[in-house]
Each structure stands twice: as C-alpha cells, then as structure tokens.
C-alpha cells in the first residue's frame, strides 16, 4: 500500500485517492463532504478499499497459501506495527507538549490493554484509531486465500458472492441485536465475514463487467451516476433519518443505524459504482498526475498519520497561543483533553485539518524515503548476490516475525488469564438501585474503597427535575469505562429518556479512614462517546470535571445527531438535542484520569 511505483491503472489509482481523501475528511466531520447529502462517505468508503483489493487479487487454484501469507504480512502487518510504534511514539511527545507537568504515566497493565485492543478494534487507540482497517484486511484476505485453496475445484465467484452476502447480513443482523460487549472477541472474525462480499465483488467486476462498464458512451455513465444520487434520495424517504443510509462504526460494529439489514450492502454498492463511474471519466485527463499518483501509492501512510498530524497542527497552534499571542477560539483545556479537538474559530479551519491530514502524512513519506533509500538499495544488493544470501535473508526475517508473534500471544493469553482471575475475584458486587446515592457505596469492600461511575440522566418529572442514576461502574485507576443503558429493560430509564434535561457522568467515593481509598480530587472524566442503538452521537461537554462534594467528582453533556453539524458548547441549540424517543440501547465510554490512592 506505501510502495512508491507509477501506477499504470488510472482508474483505480484515482478511487484509492478519492478514497483516502475521504477518509481524512470524514475525521474532521465532513469539511468538504462531497455529495455527503446523498452518500455518506460511512455508506460506502470502506467497503470500497475492499473492493479495490479484491479487483487486485489475482489468487487462483495454483497460487501458493505460504508466499501469499508472508507476502501480506510484509505489506500490511509489518507497516502496521512500524506505523503504529511511530504514531505512539509521537503521541507521547505530544502528551509531554500540551500537558506538560499534568502529564501521567502510562497505568499499570497499559500493554495488555494495547493488545487486547489490536485483536478486537484492530488500532491500540485514538491518534491512530483509523488502523483498525488494516487488521481487518488482513484476516479478510487470508481467510479468502484459504477458502480459495480449499474450494479450488469448486469455486463459482456468483454462488459465493452470494454466500459472503448472505454471511455480511448476518453480521449487520448481529450486530443490531446483541450487546456489543458480548461481540469483543469476535470483532475480526464478524469483520472479516462484513467485507468478504465486497472482496469478491472486485474479483468479479475485474473478470466479467469492466469492459462492460467501460464501453459505456459518457451519457450513459453520467445518467448512471444521477440514477443512483436519485436512487440513494429515494431510499432515504424509507429510513428514520437520512444518515441512516451510513454506518460509522465498522470498528467496534456498533454504528449500523438503518432497521434494514441490507442497508448497508446496498449503500456500499451504490456508492462503489458511483465512484467507480466517476473515476471512468476523468481517468484520461487526471491521470497522469505525479501528485495524485503518490497520494494513491501512500495511502498507508495517509490512514496511520493523518489524525496524529491533526495533533501536530493543534501543538502549534496552542504553542503560539501560549508564547506569542492567543489564537482566537483555539480551547488549549479542550486539546489537552481529547486527541479530537478541532480549532473552534470556524467551519472554514476545518480545511486546513485535510490539508494536513493528507500533505503531512505524504511530506514525512517523502522524508522517509529519502533517507531509507541507502539502506533499501544495500539491503537489495546483498540479496541479489546469491540465492543463498536471499535464503539467509528471507529466514531471518521469518524466524523475527514468529518469536515476534508468538511472543504477542503469549504475552495477550498471559494477561487475559490475569484479568479475568482478576475481575473473578471483584465480581460479587452487586448492581445498584435507581435510589443509588454516593453516601450508600462501598461499605462491603475489604482493603481498597474503589470510586464509582455512573451515568445521571437529568429529567422532567411532574413539573421538576428528577434524577436517575445508572448501574455504576468500578473505578481502581485510570482507563477507559462503558456504561449500558437498556430503556426494555429498565422502566426507570424510559421514563428518564423521554424526559430528558441533560445528562452527566458522576465520579464517587465514600471516606472511610479505616480502609485505603481511591483518590479522585483531581480525577477528570473525558473523551466521553455516545451511541445510541449503535448509532454514534455527536457529545458536547461542558469541558470542566467539578467537584460537588468531597467525595464526588461530575462532568455534564447533550448529544446531539452528526446532520446537526455543532462542535462546540458556542455554536450548540438545545432545542436541537437527540432525540431517544422510541431507542432502546444506549451507550456511554468515556476516560477517567487522575485516580490515585490515599
């Protein structure tokens, strides 16, 4: 995907760059969102890859299984793991900047977390969340490789396009229907099963329909490209909402917001032709640009890095605010809280965030290949000499991926067997009741008083304001929560929905000076996401974790749907809140920092 050549396929060149684009402005929440209105780029932009790396897999019968799995594992796995070190490296610089002396280290049992998050996400976090379609590639493509072996005799590409399609909805079906944190472990697998389709749909229109496609008169592919904007307009008459024709969160599998459980095969089909078409006619006279080419050739670099140069600008920025003069609207509290804070001085600064986002990535490439071009060239020298010098190499390199991957999954197995002895052992606490109150927690504890999260819904009740209090969470140090709501199952929290003020997330503990407690005068709540149903929200905070008491810690926020466009408290209308009228599951993740013991 990095590897610097001159493409000689135009077409595809210019989807794959379309593509990245897209991805790039869909983390700024849609700047340019060309022909957003009518495709969501979350409709279709990456089941599109896939199909862009089924039409370039040409794995039939005779291919070799070996060859083909290291090969992926040299052009994906270990870019990944390189992109992905560089990236928290940089993260951590980062942290140093804009926190300075407030910065904490990383918490006991961090690595373990970053593992267990490669294996079910697919990125270790945030600044490089965009990662996670690597890993999904790659399990995509060798469970198709091995399919492909094992059904040589027998492979039919319109019997199994039919197979993964009906694989894919299951998946959707899924995915709408179950508690998301019982799918953890399942996440690659249920991806995997996702995108088949769309792989295979590149093997047959490269095989059976792009010389069809092509001959089409240029009339006839821009009647096309209308049929299906009509056809995408007409759909939405028949959805909730109009976005309900994306689905944001592949990742996780919890942003599928259509009832329909075709919706997304549909969506992404429509948008993958439309695209498709487009790119057919301005093939001939973009595609000779160098510019565009080495975009399309980067695309890598572009997903690893570009949200970490969204954090480069914001050092710059918040640097210049604090040594030369103020930035008007740069919120320097916000971007020390989220690594998605966006410049707040207007719509228009958003631009600048792509531009970043896409030229960064590709200067730092440039950079890159400049200085390892020494060290490629020699290394391709000594290869060359002989074949014995290229076995030696190539069994090197193979025995250094094994000790690496064993050595990962030792390491997860070990600290996975390690947690759960440890969440055995804290497991006997009960839920709590709708009257939980922070002066009733923790009276049964033995040597450590934990703090307790938990979800407050603020709410109308007979001309007053009530509060309903979730089940809590634990809280014994810094990480990341997830509260549940489920309306079906708790008559209290439908009432507290449908009369919705606001909502906050309270941080408590109870002083008890016979025990050890959990500290949380300075804990801060943040980073908070909500999904609704598996449909992700737009969260507006008041940026600023209050203390009420001694003994708890509060953070309030609205949400509002993404068609709002609001970013920050200056520009929000509460009359505009999300409505959760009619939804069921709602979901609650935020971080918490500053724990300690006293």
């Known amino acids: 995907m990095s590897e610097q050549r001159t493409k000689t396929n135009k077409k595809f060149m210019l989807l794959s760059a379309i593509g990245i684009f897209m991805v790039v402005d869909s983390h700024t929440f849609t700047c340019f969102n060309i022909l957003g209105n009518f495709m969501p780029y979350n409709s279709f932009f990456m089941p599109m890859f896939v199909?862009?790396?089924?039409?370039?897999?040409?794995?039939?019968?005779?291919?070799?299984?070996?060859?083909?799995?290291?090969?992926?594992?040299?052009?994906?796995?270990?870019?990944?793991?390189?992109?992905?070190?560089?990236?928290?490296?940089?993260?951590?610089?980062?942290?140093?900047?804009?926190?300075?002396?407030?910065?904490?280290?990383?918490?006991?049992?961090?690595?373990?977390?970053?593992?267990?998050?490669?294996?079910?996400?697919?990125?270790?976090?945030?600044i490089a969340e965009a990662t996670w379609f690597v890993i999904a590639l790659f399990v995509t493509l060798m469970v198709y490789a091995i399919l492909?072996?094992?059904?040589?005799?027998?492979?039919?590409?319109?019997?199994?396009?039919?197979?993964?399609?009906?694989?894919?909805?299951?998946?959707?079906?899924?995915?709408?229907?179950?508690?998301?944190?019982?799918?953890?472990?399942?996440?690659?697998?249920?991806?995997?099963?996702?995108?088949?389709?769309?792989?295979?749909?590149?093997?047959?229109?490269?095989?059976?329909?792009?010389k069809k496609h092509e001959s089409l008169p240029a009339g006839s592919k821009i009647g096309l490209m209308a049929a299906l904007l009509v056809l995408n307009a007409v759909r939405t008459l028949y959805l909730p909402n109009s976005y309900d024709l994306a689905f944001d969160r592949i990742n996780d599998l919890s942003g599928f917001y259509s009832p329909y459980f075709?919706?997304?095969?549909?969506?992404?089909?429509?948008?993958?032709?439309?695209?498709?078409?487009?790119?057919?006619?301005?093939a001939k006279p973009v595609g000779e640009s160098r510019f565009v080419n080495f975009?399309?050739?980067?695309?890598?670099?572009?997903?690893?890095?570009?949200?970490?140069?969204?954090?480069?600008?914001?050092?710059?920025?918040?640097?210049?605010?604090?040594?030369?003069?103020?930035?008007?609207?740069?919120?320097?509290?916000?971007?020390?809280?989220?690594?998605?804070?966006?410049?707040?001085?207007?719509?228009?600064?958003?631009?600048?965030?792509?531009?970043?986002?896409?030229?960064?990535?590709?200067?730092?490439?440039?950079?890159?290949?400049?200085?390892?071009?020494?060290?490629?060239?020699?290394?391709?020298?000594?290869?060359?000499?002989?074949?014995?010098?290229?076995?030696i190499l190539s069994?090197?390199?193979?025995?250094?991926?094994?000790?690496?991957?064993?050595?990962?999954?030792?390491?997860?197995?070990a600290n996975k067997i390690e947690s759960d002895s440890g969440r055995d052992e804290t497991a006997n606490v009960e839920g709590a009741e709708e009257s939980f109150s922070y002066d009733e927690v923790g009276n049964e504890q033995d040597d450590v008083v934990p703090a307790y999260a938990i979800l407050d819904i603020v709410y109308e009740d007979g001309g007053s304001n009530a509060d309903y209090f979730s089940v809590f969470e634990e809280v014994y140090e810094d990480g990341t929560y997830t509260i549940t709501v489920n309306r079906s199952e708790d008559a209290g929290a439908a009432s507290a929905f449908d009369g919705l003020s606001y909502m906050g997330i309270k941080l408590i503990c109870e002083q008890n000076d016979d025990t050890e407690n959990v500290d949380i005068a300075n804990a801060e709540i943040t980073n908070i996401s909500v999904s609704c149903d598996g449909m992700q929200l737009v969260v507006i905070d008041n940026g600023e974790t209050i203390s009420i008491n001694e003994g708890a810690r509060y953070i309030s926020f609205d949400c509002y749907d993404k068609e709002s466009g609001f970013t920050s408290t200056e520009d929000v209308d509460e009359s505009k809140a999300f409505q959760f009228d009619g939804k069921n599951v709602i979901e609650v993740s935020f971080q918490i920092s500053g724990i300690s013991a006293q």
């Open 148 to 210: 492909k072996k094992l059904l040589h005799g027998m492979w039919n590409s319109y019997v199994m396009v039919a197979m993964f399609t009906a694989a894919h909805i299951f998946v959707v079906y899924l995915a709408k229907n179950t508690d998301p944190q019982s799918l953890t472990y399942l996440l690659v697998p249920l991806k995997c099963l996702f995108f088949l389709p769309f792989l295979e749909m590149g093997v047959i229109y490269r095989k059976h329909l792009e």
């Open 395 to 413: 069994g090197i390199m193979y025995a250094l991926l094994a000790v690496i991957f064993t050595g990962l999954v030792i390491t997860f197995v």
């Open 262 to 282: 075709v919706t997304p095969l549909i969506s992404s089909i429509v948008g993958i032709l439309f695209w498709l078409t487009f790119v057919d006619l301005i």
């Open 295 to 391: 975009m399309s050739c980067n695309t890598f670099w572009i997903m690893g890095f570009h949200i970490l140069f969204f954090n480069i600008l914001n050092c710059v920025l918040m640097l210049i605010s604090r040594h030369i003069a103020a930035v008007p609207g740069f919120d320097i509290e916000s971007f020390k809280g989220s690594e998605w804070y966006f410049w707040e001085i207007g719509s228009n600064a958003k631009i600048l965030y792509v531009l970043v986002g896409v030229l960064g990535p590709l200067l730092f490439k440039w950079i890159f290949d400049r200085i390892s071009s020494p060290i490629r060239n020699k290394y391709n020298e000594i290869k060359k000499t002989s074949v014995k010098n290229e076995k």
């Open 51 to 126: 199909f862009i790396s089924g039409y370039f897999n040409k794995l039939d019968s005779s291919s070799k299984f070996w060859p083909y799995f290291i090969k992926k594992v040299r052009s994906l796995l270990v870019p990944f793991a390189g992109i992905s070190l560089a990236v928290f490296g940089m993260q951590q610089l980062i942290n140093q900047i804009k926190l300075g002396d407030e910065m904490t280290p990383l918490p006991s049992g961090y690595f373990a977390y970053v593992l267990d998050r490669i294996v079910t996400v697919g990125s270790f976090g945030a």
